[in-house]
């Protein structure tokens, strides 16, 4: 196949996102099996290139064009998109990335898009210097998010929140997680050293490590007999926060990918642990990764709210709840986020994590732990959400985290996306009272 088919996909595959809500995953039409691997790669690149600095190639391109194209010619945007960016931050040769994009043109039997495109980047590539600065005066373009996202991460985090979107503009540092039962953070170092795969020990988890470029993961050593996963340092931390004990009965709610399911069964065999997510299809993904660790858990696909669907009645010593959310940590992971996401996604989101919350917790025994998780930045899905939880429900205390990163919030603590470090994502630790206990708290203080 040739370069042009490549971009006349990833214009394609845009257009999916940004007009019929597609994500990354699911963008590209069956014809990209058709490219080489090489060419697939470097199309699914370009689509997430565009996505991660979509608001300012838009503001630059909504300058230099007369008027806007019409709905019907979203390809050609699209199209001329892909060109900026690639001249902004591939730093393609000039005449490449204008050719290729009316060759894509081309394809898309838009001709009369042509000289447009063609005028539009011979401007651009005359005044480059002057357009980006003014595009830099604008928050949408600055920041690449829009401008409501802006709003609630600067209202909660000011400062530090503009460094987290300015961070998501990154391409985000490939991070393993080694097997506890099978090696240790040292010794898998020193494999990778061996073959000469350059990487370093995570300053957060005990058993993460970073590298200094990303790889195949064929090319790392043992993964295929489970002795490593792939995994960010911030998801990390929530099996040894959890902490699982021998011989617990241990619940991983909304369990798809896996990761954590892993870790737990990793960090502890001798536990017995059931995974709950929606879709059969994902726990095929969740099973896929069990087998090749070698360790075993309970699948069972429900929604979690409902118990009557998938809980046996028997209650769980430790509870680990990654609840469904914004995903407004990873965005630099999965940078169409930004374009699919709505500002009025955000109520049903947490009003879905209430209800989930209020649900799972009755299956968790008196003097059991559950960690509450998110890949979240927004306060209303983490903090604010656990202490609505706690202000409900007497028989819940928060047992205080202490770690070496991120922020002590009123209630857990909150990880904010660190450039070439971890994703953002929060915690909170909560233990359900035994019925003495709670009784007592209840009891008025003697005079």
């Known amino acids: 196949m040739t370069a042009s088919t490549a971009r006349s996909l990833a214009a394609q595959a845009l257009c999916n996102i940004l007009m019929h809500g597609r994500s990354t995953d699911t963008a590209f039409d069956r014809q990209i099996h058709q490219l080489s691997p090489p060419d697939q790669g470097w199309a699914k ?64 039997e838009k001709e009369w898009a042509k000289p447009v495109a063609n005028a539009v980047l011979r401007r651009f590539l005359r005044e480059q210097a002057s357009l980006l600065e003014a595009a830099s005066k604008d928050d949408e373009a600055r920041f690449n998010h829009p401008k409501w996202l802006i709003k609630r ?30 090696t240790t953070q040292a010794d898998y170092l020193l ?17 993460g490590i970073q590298l200094d470029a990303a790889v195949d993961v064929t090319q790392l050593p043992g993964f295929e007999s489970g002795r490593v996963s792939v995994q960010d340092e911030a998801a990390q931390l929530a099996a040894s926060l959890l902490n699982p004990q021998p011989g617990n009965r241990t619940l991983d709610a909304c369990c798809a990918p896996g990761g954590k399911t892993c870790h737990l069964l990793e960090a502890e065999p001798d536990q017995e642990v059931h995974a709950v997510d929606l879709e059969p299809k994902r ?37 680990l709840l990654d609840v469904p959310c914004s ?70 205390t928060e047992i205080p985290l202490h770690l070496n990163c991120g922020k002590a919030v009123e209630v857990g603590v909150q990880l904010l996306p660190q450039p070439n ?15 003495n206990e709670n009784n007592r708290a209840n009891v008025p203080n003697e005079p």
């Not at 190639?57 to 945007?77: E, G, V, Y």
């Not at 530090?160 to 998501?168: D, N, V």
């Not at 999965?334 to 917790?361: E, G, T």
Request: with cysteine; aromatic share 6%.
């Open 45 to 108: 690149a370009l689509v997430m290139g565009v996505c991660r600095h979509f608001f300012l190639l838009d503001n630059i391109l909504n300058t230099l064009l007369d008027k806007p194209f019409k709905k019907k010619d979203n390809d050609a945007r699209c199209a001329l998109l892909c060109a900026l960016h690639q001249l902004i931050h591939l730093q393609t040769a000039e005449h490449a990335a204008v050719s290729e994009c009316l060759k894509t043109l081309d394809l898309f």
């Open 153 to 182: 991460i600067r209202g909660a985090w000011g400062r530090e929140g503009e460094a987290a979107m300015l961070s998501s503009l990154t391409h985000p540092p490939m991070t393993l997680r080694v097997n506890q039962q099978q």
């Open 191 to 207: 494999e990778l050293k061996d073959a000469e795969i350059h990487a370093m020990p995570t300053e957060f988890s005990s058993v």
């Open 283 to 319: 726990l095929q993904r969740v099973q896929e990764n069990l087998d090749r660790i070698g360790l075993s858990a309970v699948l069972k696909a429900a929604p979690v709210e409902e118990l009557d669907q998938w809980w046996d009645k028997w209650p769980y010593d430790c509870i």
């Open 327 to 396: 995903a407004t940590g990873v965005i630099r992971r999965h940078p169409d986020i930004k374009l699919l996401r709505r500002p009025s996604d955000i109520a049903p989101l947490v009003a879905l994590q209430a209800q989930i919350l209020n649900s799972v917790w009755k299956t968790l025994k008196p003097g059991g732990r559950m960690l509450y998780a998110t890949c979240s930045i927004l306060p209303q899905e983490n903090a604010m959400q656990v202490k609505a939880f706690l202000e409900q429900h007497s028989d819940a």
């Open 421 to 435: 470090g971890h994703d953002g994502f929060y915690y909170a630790l909560l233990e359900k009272c035994k019925p």
